[in-house]
C-alpha cells in the first residue's frame, strides 16, 4: 500500500502517488483548479484512494453532526433550568 495525495475541485478528485508530488505538479494543479486536501491516505491505487478519502469526509461529518446535537441538546437543557430558577424564585 502506498501514500496517495489527493486534489480536489468542484468538477471531482484526483490521487496521486506521494512520492509523485513535487512542487511543479502542485503549481500545475492549482492552475486547473485543484486545491491539497490536507489528508494523505494509505491505498493500493487511485480508486482505493479516493473511496479512503470519501469513507474519511463522511466519518469526519457525522461526528461534527453528533457533536452538534449533543451542544444543542445541553444549551436547551441549560435554559430550560434557568427558566425553572427564574419562576422557582417568585
Known amino acids: 500500500m ?7 475541485s468542484s468538477r471531482g ?3 496521486v502517488p506521494k512520492e ?8 500545475e494543479m492549482k492552475r ?3 486545491r491539497k486536501h490536507h489528508v494523505a491516505v494509505e491505498a493500493e491505487n487511485e480508486k482505493d484512494a479516493v473511496n ?5 469526509n463522511d466519518d469526519y461529518l457525522t461526528e461534527v453532526k ?3 446535537a449533543s ?3 445541553m444549551c436547551l437543557c441549560a435554559i430550560l433550568m434557568f427558566i425553572v430558577y427564574l419562576f422557582a424564585n417568585r
Open 13 to 15: 478528485g484526483k490521487a
Open 52 to 56: 479512503a478519502l470519501n469513507k474519511f
Open 20 to 27: 509523485a508530488v513535487t512542487s511543479s505538479l502542485i503549481k
Open 66 to 68: 453528533e457533536y452538534t
Open 32 to 34: 486547473q483548479g485543484f
Open 71 to 73: 451542544v444543542i441538546f
Open 2 to 8: 502506498g501514500k496517495y495525495v489527493i486534489f480536489i
